[in-house]
């Protein structure tokens, strides 16, 4: 079984920054792709970004690339969502999944294990 708890949400002006933290828990966290997706009000769930299993390659929406960076510390078993510039659109609840793969995919339906989610609200 594998836990995933995300932090670091909360209320931003637009143009500030976020960080968000997943501490994963319960399986082999470094061997798997992991994930960040996001899911506001009344919209389905978008990919925001994934990373490989040793952190060398990342990945993102189109039109998130150049605010948000994914890092992730295999030693600490914890996955980053570095968020800058953010504007009253990238107001939503922010997941981490695992995929349990080697390669990083932006399906959601590749991810089994999912955190609770962290809500982060951008003012304008």
């Known amino acids: 079984q594998v836990q995933l708890v995300e932090s670091g949400g909360g209320l931003v002006q637009a143009g500030g920054s976020l960080r968000l933290s997943c501490a994963a828990s319960?399986?082999?966290?470094?061997?798997?792709?992991m994930g960040w997706f996001r899911q506001a009000p009344g919209k389905e769930r978008e990919f925001v970004g994934t990373?490989?299993?040793?952190?060398?390659?990342?990945y993102y929406a189109d039109s998130l690339k150049g605010r948000f960076t994914i890092s992730r510390d295999n030693a600490k078993n914890t996955l980053y969502l570095q968020m800058n510039s953010l504007k009253p659109e990238d107001t939503a609840v922010y997941y981490c999944?695992?995929?349990?793969?080697?390669?990083?995919?932006?399906?959601?339906?590749?991810?089994?294990?999912w955190g609770q989610g962290t809500q982060v609200t951008v003012s304008s």
């Open positions: 319960g399986r082999t966290f470094s061997t798997w792709a």
């Open positions: 990373i490989t299993w040793s952190g060398g390659n990342t």
């Open positions: 999944a695992a995929s349990g793969l080697l390669t990083p995919t932006t399906s959601q339906y590749d991810y089994p294990y």
